[in-house]
T-cell receptor, first 110, second 113 residues
Framework: GENVEQHPSTLSVQEGDSAVIKCTYS??????FPWYKQELGKGPQLIID?????GEKKDQRIAVTLNKTAKHFSLHITETQPEDSAVYFC?????????FGTGTRLQVFP | IAGITQAPTSQILAAGRRMTLRCTQD?????MYWYRQDLGLGLRLIHY???????GKGEVPDGYSVSRANTDDFPLTLASAVPSQTSVYFC????????????FGPGTRLLVL
């Protein structure tokens, strides 16, 4: 079955710097790759997603890139702000069953 | 519109006791899911339901059961709780036409002693 690895497990950046989180997946048939943000004490919330027919997608300060050949995808956050501090999860799917990575705790220091 | 609600918010449970975690959504989504979240392991799918009246097993179904009597409710039952079921449990739902986009509830924090 699908396996998703996520790195790093923790990431600390200065406010205004960029942050990059990387994920790799094992099943080449996976075609949907969402990213979720989870704030303390809350459920995960979808922030951006990408499908296998697209190489990059942007939404304001957030972007996701996908390399199907290498089977990896990344989340890029530019001009980070303290409110970006949270745990971020990547996931991969070829049906409606999401397989999640183990999460990255991002801390943005003022 | 509340989205997805879960109850209770948290619970301490003695091992061997039966417990039902409640999940209700008001978005008329066909598909619903139960995940458990453990430190270092991310979110793992326990059970799912593609539509009312049907259920399926996820990655870690042992020790749990679900039912889907109607569209809105998807309760998760632990028949005889064990300490390894200590976790945070999240319910999620998705639309039939966009099953991959899942919306999560606020979670239930369960401690089994």
């Amino acid at each position: 079955g699908e396996n998703v690895e996520q790195h790093p497990s923790t990431l600390s950046v200065q406010e205004g710097d960029s942050a990059v989180i990387k994920c790799t997946y094992s099943d080449s048939a996976s075609n949907y790759f969402p990213w979720y943000k989870q704030e303390l004490g809350k459920g995960p919330q979808l922030i951006i997603d990408i499908r296998s027919n697209v190489g990059e997608k942007k939404d304001q300060r957030i972007a996701v890139t996908l390399n199907k050949t290498a089977k990896h995808f990344s989340l890029h956050i530019t001009e980070t702000q303290p409110e970006d501090s949270a745990v971020y999860f990547c996931a991969a799917s070829k049906t409606d069953k999401l397989i999640f990575g183990t999460g990255t705790r991002l801390q943005v220091f003022p | 519109i509340a989205g997805i609600t879960q109850a209770p918010t948290s619970q301490i449970l003695a091992a061997g006791r039966r417990m039902t975690l409640r999940c209700t959504q008001d978005m008329r989504h066909n598909a619903m899911y139960w995940y458990r979240q453990d430190l270092g392991l991310g979110l793992r799918l326990i059970h799912y339901s593609n539509t009312a009246g049907t259920t399926g097993k996820g990655e870690v179904p042992d020790g749990y059961s679900v039912s889907r009597a109607n569209t809105d409710d998807f309760p998760l039952t632990l028949a005889s709780a064990v300490p390894s079921q200590t976790s945070v449990y999240f319910c999620a739902s998705s639309e039939q036409g966009d099953r991959e986009t899942q919306y999560f509830g606020p979670g239930t924090r369960l401690l089994v002693l």
